[in-house]
């Protein structure tokens, strides 16, 4: 048995009658739902592409179709697998960054290295999903600018890459996306994505970081979102003691940014 935690609540009624409620609000109640949920959204996430799967194999058995209609079919069907191995890979990341415990201050990673991955394989989206797009990226590697971050490469990178690859994916084709690492005059640093997207409205800033919350599931589906990428940055952020803070106006834009404290940082003169 546990101690229940009581919400209390008076209600007066014009008549005079009066009504008390009570509410368990104990946390173990809390976590079992948010599992329950959780088990209902992943198996709603895998569900519907593999029922689209199922179907395709189905006609494939059943029809007699002409090259053209068979490979279209396996277009799709390797578009809904791939799909679900996004989720399933996501989801697998979520949980080895809960396995984990939080790395120390060992391993040193260079800025500069990780904001020119993150520049190229942004590139490279752009050019494939908007062309169109400003993307520009803050001169990160100018000697004044060259440091690194206590961490580990990998979730860093996966950070990082995580909001520069929401904010082209959801910024229109004319809009523009800058990237910045600024270091500030107390050693702390702060890296920024902002863009000119269709920003998030206030209700649901609360929740964006929750694992398959969306706002829009169509768009984000048709981007290969698969609800769990701010979650991932979110983790990371903590986990490297740093903090995840967005800005939004809907209709006009977001900003990302992560913080990361002075403590997990290290700026040095470069070698030139
Ligand atoms: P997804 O895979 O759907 O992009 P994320 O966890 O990365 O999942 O983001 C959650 C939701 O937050 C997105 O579905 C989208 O609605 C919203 N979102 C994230 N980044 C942006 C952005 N730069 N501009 C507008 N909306 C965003």
């Not at 209609?69 to 069907?77: G, I, P, T, V």
């Not at 890459?161 to 270091?183: F, K, M």
Request: glycine letters at 8%.
């Amino acid at each position: 048995a546990h101690v229940a935690r009581l919400s209390i609540q008076l209600c007066a009624y014009g008549d005079g009658q009066k009504l008390m409620l009570t509410r368990d609000v104990t946390a173990v109640e809390q976590a079992e739902a948010m599992r329950r949920d959780f088990v209902a959204n992943v198996s709603h996430e895998i569900r519907t592409p593999l029922t689209v799967v199922a179907g395709f194999i189905e006609t494939l058995q059943t029809l007699t179709l002409d090259p053209q209609e068979k490979s279209r079919y396996l277009a799709l069907m390797a578009q809904q697998a791939q799909r679900m191995q996004r989720v399933v890979e996501g989801l697998l990341a979520l949980s080895r960054l809960e396995a984990s415990p939080p790395p120390g201050i060992a391993e040193w990673v260079p800025v500069a290295a990780l904001l020119e991955r993150c520049e190229q394989e942004a590139r490279a989206l752009q050019a494939l999903i908007a062309p169109g797009q400003t993307l520009r990226f803050s001169q990160f590697n100018r000697p004044e600018d060259v440091g690194d971050i206590a961490g580990v490469p990998a979730e860093l990178h996966s950070a990082l890459a995580n909001l520069v690859g929401n904010a082209i994916r959801y910024t229109p084709g004319d809009g523009s996306v800058d990237v910045q690492w600024a270091w500030q005059p107390d050693g702390s640093a702060v890296f920024s994505v902002r863009d000119t997207g269709p920003g998030i409205d206030a209700e649901h800033l609360p929740r964006i970081t929750e694992r398959f919350y969306r706002v829009d599931r169509s768009r984000s589906r048709d981007t290969g979102g698969t609800g769990l990428g701010l979650a991932i940055v979110k983790h990371v952020a903590q986990r490297h003691g740093a903090q995840l803070l967005i800005e939004s106006v809907a209709g006009k834009g977001s900003t990302f940014r992560i913080a990361f404290p002075a403590f997990r940082l290290r700026r040095r003169q470069a070698q030139l």
